[in-house]
């Protein structure tokens, strides 16, 4: 996979804008784990993640926790830009699941870019389309399909190799369940025969139903 710098993320965009862009932006370097974004925080700087991903979810009145949208490479986070644009809170959490490399710009650098540049702009609202369609997705899934179901859906589309590395904690936040419910689940496919389940770690032994 090719470096991703900021330059390459706007290749056709003016000269100005990439001047502005990397004078503004401040390099960050964030763990595994790390909490980025809690409900009710003010959000002083605008992320672009560069290499990693940071895992956005709502905690429900109930204590469910709901995965909302991942910010991947070479993107930004839609609630953070809507919070500074309309000077309110954060409204969820957000927590680096991978080792992140990106930029941060600062809240008031952000809206003076928005105002100025069409090039940030466009990069904004094709974050809030693209994660507003996952959020439909992410409903549906909810409302029309069985736990087990997703939890199915989830270890096929997440498996790499034949291994997932996750808990039973991540794993109910991302498909809206408790954790109790995704234990007992993948407990009944590991004497299945389908996987085998050790601390941390998932591996698939054969294709799943």
């Known amino acids: ?21 990397i004078s503004l932006s401040q390099p960050v370097s964030l763990k595994k784990g790390t909490l980025v974004g809690y409900p009710g925080a003010v959000c002083e ?4 993640v560069l290499e990693g991903s940071v895992k956005v979810y709502f905690t429900a009145e109930n204590g469910r926790e709901i995965f909302l949208y ?31 490399l990106g930029y941060v710009i600062p809240a008031e650098k952000a809206n003076y870019l928005f105002e100025k540049y069409s090039y940030w702009r466009n990069f904004v ?8 369609y996952g959020l439909f997705l992410v409903l549906n899934e909810l409302i029309s399909k069985r736990v087990d179901q997703r939890l199915v859906e989830y270890i096929k589309n997440n498996a ?33 025969g389908y996987l085998e389940i050790t601390r941390g770690e998932i591996r698939i032994l054969k294709p799943l139903p």
């Open 160 to 192: 790499k190799g034949d291994v997932i590395k996750a808990t039973h904690e991540e794993i109910a936040r991302d498909i809206g369940t408790a954790r109790e419910v995704v234990s007992r689940l993948l407990k009944e496919l590991e004497r299945e």
């Open 45 to 48: 700087l605008v992320p672009i």
């Open 70 to 100: 991942r910010i991947g490479r070479g993107e930004t986070c839609i609630l953070t830009n809507l919070s500074v644009l309309k000077k309110i809170p954060y409204p969820a959490y957000a927590v680096c699941e991978e080792d992140v």
């Open 125 to 132: 609202l094709d974050m809030v389309v693209k994660n507003v």
């Open 1 to 21: 996979m090719k470096e991703l710098t900021l330059e390459k993320l706007f290749p056709y965009a003016e000269k100005s804008f990439k001047e502005d862009l």
